[in-house]
């Protein structure tokens, strides 16, 4: 008699990556105030990558 056996796994890997540019740096200068007198947008970009790998095999 001969059995068949399968073997099931889940791997999962999943991390963030942050950072923070600055806008000047690129010659992004660009800005308009708003009626505030505040900035529409900040000197710095703040950058946040999550990423999730799911394998199933």
Known sequence: ????YT???H???SFDVTGKVSRWEFDMK??????????LIDED????I???L???Q
């Open 1 to 4: 008699m001969m059995h068949l």
């Open 7 to 9: 073997i099931e796994y």
């Open 11 to 13: 791997a999962i890997i």
């Open 30 to 39: 660009y800005n308009s105030v708003l009626e505030a007198n505040s900035l």
């Open 45 to 48: 970009i703040d950058i946040l």
């Open 50 to 52: 999550h990423l999730l």
């Open 54 to 56: 799911h394998k199933e």
